[in-house]
């Protein structure tokens, strides 16, 4: 696609409930990143996907966090038991090996658990 | 975790003056790139510097990197209210395959 999409756009959920939150990169693009930002925060680094290689998890939280990309594309963020802590903005992002562009954010997901 | 901090965290100015934001890092970096976040949402890439450039310009934007003092700034002149968002710095190191964001300074433009 032109951009980066997710979903959904806003999400609010039971503590203890399960989410799952969408990524569709854009199309080519090798490389794809998770961010969360809480409130009035700077974003905090979760997972990076690139090509086929093992994914680098070393920003997830806690073992209740997990995220796929299926085919190289779509990538799934699911969060187990969710806590009032894991209310944030989740933020997708996809890119090329042309760092000169960055990276391409998608609008995020609004979680909020309550 | 955070690698690059934003100085001042919040900015307030006239229409049509000179904005100027910081961010300073910790470890050595490849590249630094700006971001500007409207309303909380997506980021936008705005510009990116390498470690080897000292300085960089695009339309309204200028960008200093300073790899001695590891620090770099963001000047955006003639500002306009349209300008208002919050400005993060990103931090890109070898070996580590991603960019580390800064807190973030909330610049404001009055009209």
């Not at chain 1, 699911?78 to 090329?96: G, K, M, N, P």
Request: charge should be positive; include cysteine.
């Amino acid at each position: 696609g032109a951009g980066v999409s997710q979903s959904p756009s806003n999400k609010v959920t039971e503590k203890g409930k399960d989410v799952e939150l969408r990524c569709d990169p854009i199309s080519g693009h090798t490389a794809l990143y998770w961010y969360r930002q809480s409130l009035g925060q700077g974003l905090e680094f979760l997972i990076y996907f690139q090509g086929n290689s093992a994914p680098d998890k070393s920003g997830l939280p806690s073992d209740r966090f997990s995220a796929e990309r299926t085919g190289g594309s779509v990538s799934t963020l699911t969060i187990q038991r969710t806590q009032q802590e894991d209310s944030a903005v989740y933020l997708c992002a996809s890119s090329s090996y042309t760092w000169e562009r960055g990276y391409t954010f998608g609008s995020g997901t609004r979680l909020t658990v309550v | 975790s955070q690698q690059g901090e934003e100085d001042p965290q919040a900015l307030s100015i006239q229409e049509g003056e000179n904005a100027t934001m910081n961010c300073s890092y910790k470890t050595s970096i490849n590249n630094l790139q700006w971001y500007r976040q409207n309303s909380g949402r997506g980021l936008v890439h705005l510009i990116l510097i390498r470690s080897n450039e000292r300085e960089k310009h695009s339309g309204r934007l200028r960008v200093t990197l300073d790899t001695s003092k590891k620090s770099s700034s963001l000047l955006i002149t003639a500002s306009r209210a349209a300008d208002t968002a919050s400005y993060f710095c990103a931090t890109f190191t070898s070996g580590t395959y991603k960019y580390i964001f800064g807190t973030g300074t909330r610049l404001k433009v009055l009209a």
